[in-house]
């Protein structure tokens, strides 16, 4: 398994401690990675103050909502903007909002889906060769290359279109250091390219993948039909990930992306 760290392991530099000229450029080649491979890395774009507000704010939070969901390898919140507001503001920093202006630089973006995931230490679980493919909405509707939908209670969710899929861009924030013992991604680059892959192709694409160390702070950028996966973790420690999605698409009628957030000067908001 190839990694993305190079052969020496070098720490990168904090991106907060760059000038803003040089987190534009970087920004810039990284929305070229994108494009090409399916995903970037960019490191450093949270301090470790601001890290540690972020986990304050998860850990204070009221977990009886059903969108928290505790188990022995996995602690996840569904919702996450919805569920704990407070993450709004924190989560967009004047950094983030460059790193949006870069990757949506003709058009405003919203955010559209938000979880917390947190893999404890020694978990077992794993997650399989798969693609992001569907949304979750407010409903269901009759509209042509919209399908198949599920629902669950009052969850609704489709396969959209591909221009839907390819709109989006996954920033994954890592609250922990990541690296191949406490469940890195796996990705395929290019592999967003081919549109939705059958399970049964995915074997055709996995030999050339390259596994993803983030630092804690970093960002993995991701278009959501990149293939990925990711192994269990065989460390003490934990990986602590915000999944943030982000699209400028309109979505047709009176359907709407379900966490829909606007990307504001005060925040995130409704």
């Known amino acids: 398994m190839k990694?993305?760290?190079?052969r020496q392991h070098r720490q990168p530099i904090p991106l907060y401690l760059m000038s803003s000229s040089v987190l534009q450029n970087l920004i810039s080649q990284s929305a070229t990675a994108l494009a090409q491979n399916g995903y970037a890395i960019l490191a450093g774009i949270?301090?470790?103050e601001e890290l540690a507000g972020l986990l304050r704010t998860i850990e204070r939070?009221?977990?009886s909502s059903p969108n928290f969901r505790r188990s022995q390898d996995?602690?996840?919140i569904r919702n996450l903007l919805g569920e704990i507001p407070a993450l709004r503001e924190q989560l967009l920093t004047p950094r983030l909002r460059e790193v949006l202006s870069g990757l949506f630089p003709d058009s405003q973006p919203y955010l559209v889906k938000a979880i917390y995931f947190d893999k404890p230490a020694g978990s077992n679980w794993l997650v399989a060769w798969h693609q992001d493919v569907m949304i979750r909405v407010n409903h269901r509707a009759d509209l042509p290359d919209y399908g198949p939908w599920t629902s669950k209670g009052d969850e609704v969710t489709v396969l959209p279109p591909p221009s839907v899929l390819e709109s989006i861009i996954t920033v994954r924030l890592h609250l922990?250091?990541?690296d191949e013992t406490?469940?890195?991604l796996r990705v395929v680059p290019g592999s967003?390219?081919?549109g939705v892959i059958a399970n049964d192709q995915h074997p055709h694409y996995t030999p050339r993948a390259v596994r993803c160390p983030v630092p804690a702070g970093g960002l993995m950028l991701m278009q959501p039909l990149t293939l990925?996966?990711?192994?269990r973790s065989t460390s003490s420690r934990p990986r602590r990930v915000i999944h943030l999605e982000f699209s400028a698409a309109e979505l047709p009628g009176d359907l709407q992306w379900r966490e829909l957030l606007a990307v504001t000067t005060e925040g995130l908001s409704c």
Not at 3 to 6: C, L, M, R
Not at 228 to 231: E, L, R, T, V
């Open 3 to 6: 990694s993305t760290t190079g």
């Open 46 to 48: 949270y301090t470790p």
């Open 61 to 63: 939070a009221e977990t």
């Open 74 to 76: 996995v602690f996840a």
């Open 176 to 178: 922990d250091d990541c």
């Open 182 to 184: 406490n469940g890195a």
């Open 192 to 194: 967003h390219r081919h």
């Open 228 to 231: 990925h996966a990711s192994n």
